[in-house]
């Protein structure tokens, strides 16, 4: 990371206005708008109290652990494949968490690099220490994102909420927008038994309409698999997501390892940027 390849992302906060390097750790656009880059590499570009809170380093902790045991390693594949056959020179992981994805995504080249960028510091930085080639961005993707416009090739999405508009406006012209959300029968044992929250029914369903006017769906991967899981990977399973908040709230009856079989299920959506949004 440098100073240079970090201002090169972005757009002031307030004014909209090109970033870029105007001391030692600042960045600041011509109307005088000024921001420091944290010591460890990335910046913080909110601009209010977001009304969410960002991933813990408990839950970060939770998913490394859980992620080690290679789980999810099919799902990072698919993603790693759907990149590579865009040839990006510019990816933005909106929603980094701890940059699995990412960094597996992120093709060979020095002139290809990355943006993590994610609501909770803990999660951009690790992002960041994870590959030489990715710049990080604390932001809040429910806010007009501080990013140039047509700034990015691909945009990854794993698992973490969408902003259409903002989406179609930093993506170039037919760039391509990968989307995992979990299938209605991922983790639903632990949901059975209480250890995990519900989920949205129709997701899927509700992800296309959503993105429709400014994205059109153009392929679609189901991925599911039974997970023998430990005691102790469903612990950190649960504690690396939302429903780390809920297992507290279990029956006594309801243990992790009460559970032994686990479904794990994803649906990997690729939609391209429309030209203009529908009407």
């Known amino acids: 990371m440098s100073l240079q390849t970090l201002s090169e992302w972005l757009r002031c906060p307030n004014c909209f206005l090109p970033l870029s390097p105007t001391g030692t750790l600042r960045l600041g656009c011509s109307t005088g708008h000024s921001f420091d880059v944290n010591k460890r590499g990335f910046i913080n570009l909110l601009t209010g109290a977001p009304k969410f809170i960002g991933d813990s380093a408990a839950m970060l902790d939770a998913r490394d652990t859980f992620l080690a045991a290679g789980w999810y390693e099919p799902l990072q594949a698919a993603v790693r494949a759907v990149i590579s056959a865009e040839h990006p020179r510019r990816l933005l992981d909106v929603g980094c968490g701890t940059g699995y994805y990412l960094r597996a995504a992120l093709p060979p080249g020095e002139d290809v690099r990355a943006l993590g960028m994610d609501l909770s510091p803990t999660a ?31 945009i990854l999405n ?26 209605p029968t991922h983790l ?92």
Do not use: Y
């Not at 992002?127 to 090739?153: E, K, N």
């Not at 991967?221 to 709230?249: F, K, R, T, Y």
């Open 124 to 154: 951009v930085s690790r992002t960041m220490r994870s590959h030489d080639r990715i710049d990080g961005l604390v932001a809040d993707v429910w806010s007009p994102l501080p990013v140039q416009d047509a700034a990015v090739d691909v």
């Open 158 to 183: 794993v698992f973490a909420p969408r902003n259409a508009a903002e989406f179609h406006r930093v993506l170039r012209p037919g760039g391509l927008l990968l989307v995992v959300v979990p299938r």
């Open 188 to 279: 639903h044992e632990l949901r059975r038994a209480g250890l995990a929250v519900e989920m949205q029914a129709d997701k899927a369903a509700h992800l296309e309409a959503s993105l429709g006017a400014w994205f059109a769906l153009e392929s679609a991967q189901q991925m599911e698999q039974n997970a023998a899981l430990s005691a102790a990977e469903v612990v950190s399973l649960i504690g690396m997501g939302p429903s780390s908040h809920h297992a507290a709230s279990a029956g006594p009856e309801s243990t992790p390892a009460s559970v032994q079989d686990v479904t794990i299920a994803f649906d990997v959506f690729g939609f391209r940027r429309r030209a203009t949004e529908l009407c």
